[in-house]
């Protein structure tokens, strides 16, 4: 596939608020927007060109899909492989599912890091409680155990004090029930006392050209992140070195398309990577509008075969997520012409559902 023409049509596999932003930026440079997801009146569906509602299972809907789009991506990695595999035999797939593979699980993403080089916390797979009680006598001091699959916000986690609590963590993340994996159902995790927390996105095109965003300084509140901000307050080495991480692991993956690496960084200046998402990602809003090109429309210039551009960030920019009833106070923000609201076209404020969110620009400080 060449570069796609104007009036061309981007299939998008996910119909939340990533797929709703990505049709948004789509829309400038004159892209058709198809959304395929299982849920109606979903975000994206409400500003798609068009949509298709459905299950991903269903081959019918995914066969019609694939004829109707010139090039297909996804706005979420939990895109079962089945779905990716049968979209990827009839048309092209931006990424490739093996970058969706490798982040979908937390134990070949963080053998996947190792292997760029790059360092994690200290971590052990877990298959069983035994195997949590050897982990933890091998990582000593608190932990978290995760599942390898399908967590997301924090859900899928145990914080672990002591090896004391291995039974009744084991069981919190199980339910009681036997675990069935073919790698890692689990990895324990040793807790990083991190100074901050930062993300890079970075962008890859068809000719391997690559482009990164600043780190943004992350915070996050129940599992989920609150803010976003930039600049990060981070020696400029480390900002490099991260910038670095999140380039050699777009390149090794091969992904045409968008990579945001989650990272800690340790009080003695150490960076960690935490996990990966080959996507838009949530720590990338601030984009929209303190850059001159956001993390949305990199990724539609990418998979349509066009180039990628300096994002010339213009503004300092602190992105603030809406999550629940943070959505009922919006006032103070429509009274401030430095606050760009982003709502999701949502109906009901569930605790813990993401909204929205407003990144709040000041002039660029450096
Ligand atoms: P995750 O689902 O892995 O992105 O975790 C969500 C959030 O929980 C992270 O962004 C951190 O704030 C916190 N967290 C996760 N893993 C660790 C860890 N090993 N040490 C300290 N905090 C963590």
Same mark, same amino acid.
């Given at each position: 596939?060449?570069?796609?023409?104007?009036?061309?049509?981007?299939?998008?596999?996910?119909?939340?608020?990533?797929?709703?932003?990505?049709?948004?930026?789509?829309?400038?440079?004159?892209?058709?927007?198809?959304?395929?997801?299982?849920?109606?009146?979903?975000?994206?569906?409400?500003?798609?060109?068009?949509?298709?509602?459905?299950?991903?299972d269903d081959e019918a809907a995914l066969a019609a899909f694939a004829r109707a789009v010139d090039v297909v991506t996804f706005e979420f990695e939990n895109v079962p492989a089945h779905a990716a595999a049968f979209l990827s035999a009839r048309t092209q797939v931006r990424p490739t599912y093996k970058a969706l593979e490798v982040?979908?699980?937390?134990?070949?993403?963080?053998?996947?890091?190792?292997?760029?080089?790059?360092?994690?916390?200290?971590?052990?797979?877990?298959?069983?409680?035994?195997?949590l009680k050897a982990a933890l006598e091998d990582i000593s001091g608190p932990a978290i155990l995760k599942t390898s699959r399908l967590g997301y916000d924090g859900?899928?986690?145990?914080?672990?004090?002591?090896?004391?609590?291995?039974?009744?963590?084991?069981?919190?993340?199980?339910?009681?029930?036997?675990?069935?994996?073919?790698?890692?159902?689990?990895?324990?995790?040793?807790?990083?006392?991190?100074?901050?927390?930062?993300?890079?996105?970075?962008?890859?095109?068809?000719?391997?050209? %690559?482009?990164? =965003?600043?780190?943004?300084?992350?915070? @996050?509140?129940?599992?989920?992140?609150? !803010?976003?901000?930039? /600049?990060? &307050?981070?020696?400029?080495?480390?900002?490099?070195?991260?910038?670095?991480?999140?380039?050699?692991?777009?390149?090794?993956?091969?992904?045409?398309?968008?990579?945001?690496?989650?990272?800690?960084?340790?009080?003695?200046?150490?960076?960690?990577?935490?996990?990966?998402?080959?996507?838009?990602?949530?720590?990338?809003?601030?984009?929209?509008?303190?850059?001159?090109?956001?993390?949305?429309?990199?990724?539609?210039?990418?998979?349509?075969?066009?180039?990628?551009?300096?994002?010339?960030?213009?503004?300092?920019?602190?992105?603030?997520?809406?999550?629940?009833?943070?959505?009922?106070? %919006?006032?103070? =923000?429509?009274?401030?012409?430095?606050? @760009?609201?982003?709502?999701?076209?949502? !109906?009901?404020?569930? /605790?813990? &559902?993401?909204?929205?969110?407003?990144?709040?620009?000041?002039?660029?400080?450096?």
């Amino acid at each position: 596939m060449s570069r796609l023409p104007p009036g061309a049509t981007l299939g998008i596999l996910g119909n939340g608020q990533l797929g709703r932003m990505l049709c948004l930026a789509a829309a400038p440079l004159g892209f058709r927007t198809h959304v395929y997801g299982p849920d109606k009146n979903s975000p994206a569906e409400l500003v798609a060109t068009s949509s298709t509602v459905a299950p991903y299972d269903d081959e019918a809907a995914l066969a019609a899909f694939a004829r109707a789009v010139d090039v297909v991506t996804f706005e979420f990695e939990n895109v079962p492989a089945h779905a990716a595999a049968f979209l990827s035999a009839r048309t092209q797939v931006r990424p490739t599912y093996k970058a969706l593979e490798v982040a979908q699980d937390r134990a070949q993403e963080k053998a996947f890091f190792a292997k760029i080089g790059a360092k994690t916390a200290d971590w052990r797979p877990v298959n069983s409680e035994p195997d949590l009680k050897a982990a933890l006598e091998d990582i000593s001091g608190p932990a978290i155990l995760k599942t390898s699959r399908l967590g997301y916000d924090g859900k899928g986690q145990v914080k672990i004090k002591s090896a004391a609590e291995a039974g009744s963590a084991w069981q919190a993340l199980t339910g009681g029930q036997t675990t069935h994996s073919n790698g890692a159902f689990a990895v324990l995790e040793g807790f990083v006392d991190f100074s901050c927390e930062i993300s890079v996105i970075a962008a890859r095109d068809v000719s391997g050209a %690559l482009m990164c =965003y600043e780190p943004a300084e992350n915070v @996050h509140a129940n599992h989920m992140l609150a !803010t976003s901000t930039v /600049p990060a &307050r981070l020696d400029p080495k480390i900002a490099a070195e991260a910038e670095s991480i999140a380039k050699r692991a777009i390149e090794a993956l091969d992904i045409v398309g968008l990579l945001a690496v989650e990272m800690f960084v340790t009080r003695s200046g150490d960076i960690l990577c935490n996990e990966m998402a080959p996507r838009p990602h949530n720590s990338g809003h601030w984009t929209m509008d303190a850059c001159g090109t956001d993390q949305f429309q990199q990724l539609v210039r990418a998979v349509t075969g066009l180039p990628l551009v300096d994002p010339a960030r213009h503004s300092d920019a602190r992105m603030i997520n809406l999550v629940g009833d943070d959505v009922e106070r %919006l006032d103070s =923000y429509l009274a401030d012409p430095a606050a @760009h609201l982003h709502l999701y076209g949502k !109906t009901e404020a569930r /605790p813990g &559902r993401k909204m929205g969110h407003v990144n709040i620009l000041s002039p660029r400080s450096g």
